[in-house]
């Protein structure tokens, strides 16, 4: 079992920055795949970011390619996504995840969860 816990979520205005960490504790955080993916109210949730255990490997959506960066601190037990150039259609539940194996793009790739923390930007 792996344990995550995001946190770093918060109220920002457009255009701002923000950092979100995710902790995991239960296995060897080294082994395992990590991805940043997000719901906004009313819709499904999408894939943001992944990084693989060694951090040679790096996914983004489209979307947030070019203004957010995901990196990871094995030592830590930690993964990060810093956000810059936020906007409003941002705004939505972010959620860590992991998985053993090669890093994947889809919700249903990964098997463990953390709760997933908020982030609000204000136009």
């Known amino acids: 079992q792996v344990q995550l816990v995001e946190s770093g979520g918060g109220l920002v205005q457009a255009g701002g920055s923000l950092r979100l960490s995710c902790a995991a504790s239960?296995?060897?955080?080294?082994?395992?795949?990590m991805g940043w993916f997000r719901q906004a109210p009313g819709k499904g949730r999408e894939f943001v970011a992944a990084?693989?255990?060694?951090?040679?490997?790096?996914y983004y959506a489209d979307s947030v390619k070019g203004r957010f960066t995901i990196s990871r601190d094995n030592a830590k037990n930690s993964v990060y996504l810093q956000m810059n150039s936020l906007k409003p259609d941002d705004t939505a539940v972010y959620y860590c995840?992991?998985?053993?194996?090669?890093?994947?793009?889809?919700?249903?790739?990964?098997?463990?969860w953390g709760q997933g923390t908020q982030l609000t930007v204000s136009s």
């Open positions: 995840a992991a998985r053993k194996g090669v890093v994947a793009g889809t919700v249903t790739q990964y098997d463990y």
């Open positions: 239960g296995r060897t955080f080294s082994n395992y795949a």
């Open positions: 990084i693989s255990w060694s951090a040679d490997t790096i």
